[in-house]
């Protein structure tokens, strides 16, 4: 079994910062992608930013040139780095894996739980 834990986020005023973590941890022999989804009230769940086991990153454009997804896969662990942040990116912010749990197993996707940003004066 995987686990995901996400910390890092909260209440900030429009233009802050905050720096989102999620580490992996359990039975894990290998992640490939890792990315940043996040789902506001009464709205589906969109991709932020993914990144790539070799750091290739992908962000939305909504986020691009103020967001920054990093990996340090020694800690399995990806981050967020989120800057100049908006009343829009409120939203609850979840950790997506692609993970192989041991070296026969097929991989699978894993979530975390969540955590809120809330970015309002």
């Known amino acids: 079994q995987v686990h995901l834990v996400e910390s890092g986020g909260g209440l900030v005023q429009p233009g802050g910062s905050l720096r989102l973590s999620c580490a992996a941890s359990?039975?894990?022999?290998?992640?490939?992608?890792m990315g940043w989804y996040r789902q506001a009230l009464g709205k589906q769940r969109e991709l932020v930013a993914t990144i790539t086991n070799s750091g290739s990153t992908n962000y939305v454009d909504s986020v691009k040139g103020r967001f920054t997804i990093s990996r340090d896969n020694a800690k399995n662990t990806v981050y967020l780095q989120m800057n100049s942040l908006k009343p829009e990116d409120t939203a609850v912010y979840y950790c997506n894996a692609d993970v192989r749990s041991t070296i026969v197993a097929p991989r699978h996707d894993y979530w975390g739980q969540g955590t809120q940003v809330t970015v309002s004066s």
């Open positions: 359990g039975s894990v022999f290998s992640i490939f992608a």
